[in-house]
């Protein structure tokens, strides 16, 4: 059986996505957040670049892998100004999680 | 006869690969893992190299070969170091619960 | 000669698997760290076997840009554990550490 | 048949890495999955026939992101006092959104499975590769075909700068950038600073100078530069520059600014960012020299954050 890796990348993209998706809503810790966004973001490229790969014979799109190469560069520019926000939050507020989700006066919650 | 010279080194080199995870998994302590660790990876990445370098076309990538190889070294000797110094001191260290918080230590320390 | 190379590639991602596992069980902040580097060194090595394999050797660049920066994550953890992230781990000895700390970490 | 089985191994350790960096407890070993994670999607890129974009993401995905997250993790740690759970605790809540994250990844891979056959435009790029003024198609795409996305995303590397330095504290502003970084001399971290940064700016500037060629250019090479940069100030070789040096701020805007530029004076060529193709190739390069300048200039300063005020110790 022979599996195109366009197929395998494709579907592991796919899944990438939900599994960050997951991530980014259950987690309350805003670091977590931005890791699961990240992979959010991973996903889309990966779905993107084996959208791109369906043609083994005529080989990689250009267009895609330049725009995906953007949007590496563009993740990492938000990522760093999130991870600054976080810090500052930490710094004033004295917490990693916004006020809304901050009920950790139950040091064990959610923990099994 | 190339071929074959490069499927013994990548081989080799694999093997190497396969007994540092061995010991990475298996080795009881943070530095004894170490230990196993960076000693059997970097000679397997060496084996590869080695195999594959008599398959290059060129001189540039044969440069490139060993550059890399040259680089693994660099940062596994560095990183090596450097963690080791920062992992408890032997014996000490394998407590499941002293894990979770790796901040705690660091606030004692900045009263 | 191209499935060889696919056949090592994929015996070096199992024990990058093995070397995830360390990843997960921890239980120090360091042994996950090294296991870390391990999986940069067999990426290294996969990187290098799938040149081979497909025989576009621009690939080495991939290996050659892994391999300068593998230490990076590590430098960047051995600074985040010090103070407010500066200061060299080598200016204290584990021993006096571990008696200021009171408890191992 | 032996590729499916290394693409299908490679599939689920990336699902494994990606899974334990969602979903596992503990933080720092999350973060060190998602640096494990980059290098293996790297590899990824590889068996997608996409070079350049595995150079991006070995780079900064195993690189740049994972010492931007651990300096985060540990700051926060030191800061926010309590940990908060680290996960929701109502099992209802944690049952309907892996409910939905499941019914979103099957609508996703179902769209994926059903896509229309592949029209590429691999045939137009190699068509007008020639009057790119560069031999490598995704430097041509990046520089010329598709200009637009990059001057603007250098555009957008200098906003997200500029929203982290307005996170500056009043009395730190005009300060170095980032914490201080001090280690004792002739330590292994020091040699180790004063040996990689040769090899690293060569190899920085050898994937710019072969990217109009073969697989690499100003972002890959940029984010190298930056990396080597990063090593130097962690090792304590050098000190980040103040935020308001005037001759930082000129490196951070010259590669937008002669980029800008070269797209308005291509109205006088016919519209606005055409390259004359009896020019584009040494018009590229140039373009591609101030841009990895300023990439690296910023994506070094993201790293470092804004300046902090001195600490009485």
């Known amino acids: 059986m022979v599996l195109s890796a366009s197929l395998l990348y494709g579907l592991c993209g796919a899944a990438l996505i939900g599994l960050g998706l997951y991530g980014f809503v259950v987690h309350r810790r805003l670091i977590r957040r931005v890791l699961a966004f990240n992979v959010i973001g991973s996903g889309i490229f990966l779905l993107f670049g084996a959208a791109a790969y369906r043609d083994p014979v005529a080989g990689s799109d250009p267009v895609p892998q330049a725009m995906i190469i953007t949007g590496i560069v563009v993740a990492l520019s938000a990522t760093a100004l999130a991870l600054a926000l976080i810090v500052a939050h930490a710094r004033l507020a004295r917490s990693d999680a916004l006020p809304e989700d901050d009920r950790s006066g139950d040091p064990d919650e959610g923990r099994p | 006869m190339i071929d074959l010279f490069t499927i013994v080194m990548t081989a080799a080199g694999l093997i190497f690969f396969a007994a540092g995870t061995l010991g990475l998994i298996r080795f009881p302590d943070t530095h004894s893992r170490l230990h196993a660790l960076t000693k059997a990876d970097n000679l397997g990445l060496g084996l590869i190299a080695l195999g594959l370098a008599v398959q290059v076309p060129g001189p540039a990538d044969l440069f490139k070969l060993i550059l890399i190889w040259a680089l693994a070294i660099l940062a596994a000797g560095a990183t090596a170091q450097l963690v080791a110094r920062i992992a408890a001191p032997a014996g000490l260290g394998d407590d499941e619960k002293a894990q979770d918080g790796g901040s705690d230590g660091q606030e004692r320390r900045r009263p | 000669m191209s499935s060889w190379y696919l056949l090592v590639a994929t015996g070096l991602l199992l024990t990058i698997a093995g070397a995830l596992w360390r990843v997960w069980r921890g239980p120090e902040q360091a042994d996950r760290m090294m296991a870390a580097q391990l999986v940069g060194t067999g990426g290294v090595g996969v990187i290098l076997l799938l040149a081979a394999m497909s025989g576009d050797w621009a690939m080495l660049d991939v290996a050659l840009v892994l391999a300068l920066l593998a230490a990076l994550a590590a430098i960047a953890f051995v600074k985040s554990t010090r103070g407010e992230g500066e200061g060299d781990p080598e200016d204290d000895t584990p021993e006096d550490r571990a008696s200021e700390d009171g408890a191992p970490r | 048949m032996i590729a499916s089985i290394f693409d299908l191994t490679l599939c689920l350790v990336i699902l494994a890495a990606a899974g334990a960096a969602t979903l596992g407890r503990d933080a720092f070993m999350a973060v060190v999955f998602y640096i494990v994670y980059g290098i293996l999607i790297a590899m990824a890129w590889l068996r997608l026939g996409a070079i350049d974009v595995a150079l991006a993401e070995a780079a900064i995905g195993a690189g740049l992101t994972g010492v931007l997250l651990l300096a985060a993790l540990a700051r926060v740690a030191r800061k926010a006092g309590k940990e908060p759970a680290s996960a929701a605790s109502v099992p209802a809540t944690t049952i309907a959104t892996a409910l939905a994250a499941l019914v979103i990844t099957i609508g996703i891979a179902y769209a994926f499975l059903t896509l229309p056959e592949p029209q590429g435009l691999q045939g137009h790029v190699a068509e007008n590769l020639a009057a790119s003024g560069a031999e490598n198609p995704v430097t041509a795409v990046l520089l010329n075909f598709r200009g637009w996305d990059t001057l603007l995303e250098s555009i957008v590397l200098l906003a997200a700068l ?72 962690m090792a304590g070789l050098m000190q980040a520059p103040r935020v308001a040096d005037r001759a930082l701020r000129a490196a951070l805007v010259i590669g937008p600014v002669i980029f800008l530029a070269l797209a308005v004076a291509g109205i006088f060529a016919g519209a606005f960012l055409v390259l004359p193709p009896a020019h584009a190739g040494w018009l590229i390069l140039a373009v591609e020299a101030v841009l990895t300048l300023s990439i690296a200039a910023t994506l070094a300063m993201l790293v470092f954050g804004p300046p902090e005020p001195e600490e009485k110790r």
């Not at chain 4, 060569?202 to 109009?212: F, I, P």
Request: hydrophobic fraction near 50%.
């Open chain 4, 162 to 233: 500029l929203g982290i330095w307005t996170l500056a504290q009043d009395e730190a502003w005009g300060g170095r950038a980032g914490l201080r970084h001090v280690t004792r001399p002739g330590s292994v971290l020091a040699q180790f600073g004063r040996i990689l940064p040769p090899i690293g700016l060569l190899v920085g500037v050898y994937l710019v100078w072969a990217g109009s060629k073969q697989p690499g250019g100003a972002f890959q090479g940029g984010t190298v530069l930056a990396a080597v940069w990063i090593v130097t100030i």
